[in-house]
């Protein structure tokens, strides 16, 4: 069993950052691809990015590339989203998601647990 825990949310201008951060349990964290994910009020939850076993591979969806960046540090169990140049469409719940297995993926239904998400909101 892993448990996921999000922070780093807030509220922040068009054109600021924030640094989310993913905190896991378990011995295991190390051999598990991570990703973040977001959902926005009335919107399906959508993928924004992931990173395989040890952070050497990542993935990002298109509306993110170039302005967030995932990494990991798997003697802290922890994994992170830097967050710059925000939109106030960047607004929605960001939860992080683990998956047993290496390799990352954008596929919301191949990830086995998740936190519980943090709010960003970003205005105009």
């Known amino acids: 069993q892993v448990q996921l825990v999000e922070s780093g949310g807030g509220l922040v201008q068009a054109g600021g950052s924030l640094r989310l951060s993913c905190e896991a349990s378990?011995?295991?964290?190390?051999?598990?691809?991570m990703g973040w994910f977001r959902q926005a009020p009335g919107k399906e939850r959508e993928f924004v990015a992931a990173?395989?076993?040890?952070?050497?591979?990542?993935l990002y969806a298109d509306s993110v590339k170039g302005r967030f960046t995932i990494s990991r540090i798997n003697g802290k169990n922890a994994v992170y989203l830097q967050l710059t140049s925000l939109k106030p469409e960047d607004t929605a719940t960001y939860y992080c998601?683990?998956?047993?297995?290496?390799?990352?993926?954008?596929?919301?239904?191949?990830?086995?647990?998740w936190g519980q998400g943090t709010q960003v909101t970003v205005s105009s």
């Open positions: 990173a395989n076993w040890n952070g050497g591979h990542t």
């Open positions: 378990g011995r295991t964290f190390g051999s598990y691809a």
């Open positions: 998601a683990s998956r047993t297995t290496y390799s990352g993926s954008y596929l919301i239904n191949e990830y086995n647990y």
